[in-house]
């Protein structure tokens, strides 16, 4: 029997407990309609593009290849790596890729399915789950591309390559706490949306994908002030050496990103009866 569904002037804020226990149940409902919309969001992808999974392969060969030759020919100094530096920028960019897309991928899927939300009233955590699951279904793909990578290299994996799928799950986590704070606001003014493209492109120069974390100077506080920065440099780190250096930043913004994600669901929560309101009208 499905549960009848009563709405009230009275904020749901006034209950917290039985507010936090529907937010789970609303959850747990959403997980067979999440599934369903990200085959058919997974499908769509792939069915109406030429190179089809292939795009999930060019931008870390395309940007390895640009700034391995760029090294190569002394025009910029990257310094020194753990890694071969192509192994290095594909692993790299390839957790930055995903990054992003956690951090898109609210946005996206609110927009998209807007005409959905108008019309049927359904768990919005379904359409945030799906996204989650394309992001997890690209990386997977992109995986492939670093497995073949790290074996022509022939660098060594040990056992801490499992705990770099935690981190991992932690990076995404944070991606989707922001983009989940930034949603109700990208619904309202399409100027978010721009500004995030903007950003993402700074961000990327300031975050080590393509180069180590530096020794010294103002560049290096800056690189170390940037959220991400432990997050993508401890997954590689647990996916190659094995040796964290920076565990008190991971564990500084991984508190951040988990508790973050749980406050920025609830907005999402309390936000979607405006957003559907405003896409209706």
């Known amino acids: 029997m499905t549960p009848e569904v009563v709405y009230t002037p009275a904020s749901s804020l006034q209950h917290p407990v039985q507010l936090l226990r529907q937010m789970w149940r609303d959850l747990l409902a959403s997980r067979e309609l999440a599934w369903r919309l990200m085959k058919r969001d997974i499908s769509a992808q792939y069915r109406q593009s030429f190179l089809g999974v292939a795009w999930a392969f060019l931008p870390p060969v395309v940007v390895a290849t640009t700034f391995t030759l760029a090294s190569n020919a002394k025009v910029i100094n990257f310094g020194a790596t753990d890694l071969p530096y192509p192994a290095y920028v594909i692993l790299s960019t390839a957790l930055w890729q995903t990054f992003v897309e956690a951090l898109n991928g609210p946005l996206q899927a609110v927009s998209s399915a807007a005409s959905m939300l108008a019309r049927i009233n359904f ?25 073949a990578t790290f074996l022509w290299f022939q660098i060594p994996v040990g056992w801490t390559v499992l705990l770099a799928f935690v981190s991992l799950i932690i990076l995404i986590a944070f991606g989707t706490f922001l983009g989940l704070v930034l949603t109700p606001l990208g619904m309202l003014y399409q100027d978010v949306q721009r500004g995030l493209a903007v950003l993402i492109g700074l961000w990327f120069f300031i975050t080590p994908v393509v180069y180590s974390v530096p020794g010294s100077g103002t560049f290096r506080t800056v690189v170390n ?18 040796a964290v250096s920076n565990g008190l930043g991971f564990l500084a913004v991984s508190i951040v990103a988990m508790v973050g ?7 999402y929560r309390l936000a979607m009866p405006f957003i559907i309101e405003r896409v209706s009208s």
Not at 261 to 267: E, Q
Request: charged content about 15%; proline content about 6%.
């Open 261 to 267: 994600l749980l406050l920025a669901w609830l907005v």
């Open 123 to 147: 768990p919005r955590e379904a359409i945030i789950l799906a996204k989650l699951g394309e992001v997890f279904f690209n990386f997977a793909i992109k995986l492939i591309l670093v497995a």
């Open 225 to 242: 002030l940037n959220p991400v920065t432990p997050l993508l440099v401890t997954t590689r780190e647990l996916a190659t050496t094995g």
